[in-house]
T-cell receptor, first 112, second 115 residues
Framework: NAGVTQTPKFRVLKTGQSMTLLCAQDMNHEYMYWYRQDPGMGLRLIHYSVGEGTTAKGEVPDGYNVSRLKKQNFLLGLESAAPSQTSVYFC???????????FGQGTRLTVV | AQSVTQLGSHVSVSEGALVLLRCNYSSSVPPYLFWYVQYPNQGLQLLLKYTSAATLVKGINGFEAEFKKSETSFHLTKPSAHMSDAAEYFCAVSDQNSGYSTLTFGKGTMLLVSP
């Protein structure tokens, strides 16, 4: 049972480039989330989804887009990367709001 | 609006000593509360959770936390620290308003364990 899988694990982008981070979960969870983790800031919610075909903004959504075309996948896109988006990105999923969230291993993104 | 405050970005203890990591929350209604642990270069792993049942919650690896409504606290403790406990710990809250909300995390506390 893989749980939550994120790809890629590492990536270096130049300013202005675009990329997509992929998250896949095999627990049949309705809810999926994208967080970013920065030193001293904890985890901050970027976007989340309450089911296939639905997305919602979190605390820090600017500069990111998401899509949930399939229940098991949640994609995070950066259309024009900026150095301020250098961070570690975590995907998570849960059965419901207020229940335990299961996290992926993270994607370390550096924008130069 | 819900929020979480973790007192102390770093806590240092000796092996065998008591571990106490502090978490205070702000919530308009009784929340659900969580403690997660993150080892270097890994994702977050659930240690324990409070979901309005027993106020003293036992988790994995010998950790426990007590929900105190009067103090709006959910401090994490372990009687005797082990070297393997060195990691970053996050407290999180899910507020119940019209249904539960997404998790809001504290800024984290790095636990350092010395021999």
């Amino acid at each position: 049972n893989a749980g939550v899988t994120q790809t890629p694990k590492f990536r270096v982008l130049k300013t202005g480039q675009s990329m997509t981070l992929l998250c896949a979960q095999d627990m049949n969870h309705e809810y999926m989330y994208w967080y970013r983790q920065d030193p001293g800031m904890g985890l901050r919610l970027i976007h989340y989804s309450v089911g296939e075909g639905t997305t919602a903004k979190g605390e820090v959504p600017d500069g990111y887009n998401v899509s949930r075309l399939k229940k098991q996948n949640f994609l995070l896109g950066l259309e024009s990367a900026a150095p301020s988006q250098t961070s570690v990105y975590f995907c998570a999923s849960s059965y419901n709001l207020g229940t335990e969230a299961f996290f992926g291993q993270g994607t370390r993104l550096t924008v130069v | 609006a819900q929020s979480v405050t973790q007192l102390g970005s770093h806590v240092s203890v000796s092996e065998g000593a008591l571990v106490l990591l502090r978490c205070n929350y702000s919530s308009s209604v009784p929340p659900y509360l969580f403690w997660y642990v993150q080892y270097p270069n890994q994702g977050l792993q659930l240690l324990l959770k409070y979901t309005s049942a027993a106020t003293l919650v036992k988790g994995i690896n010998g950790f426990e936390a007590e929900f105190k409504k009067s103090e709006t606290s959910f401090h994490l403790t372990k009687p005797s620290a082990h070297m393997s406990d060195a990691a970053e710990y996050f407290c999180a809250v899910s507020d119940q308003n019209s249904g539960y909300s997404t998790l809001t995390f504290g800024k984290g506390t790095m636990l350092l364990v010395s021999p």
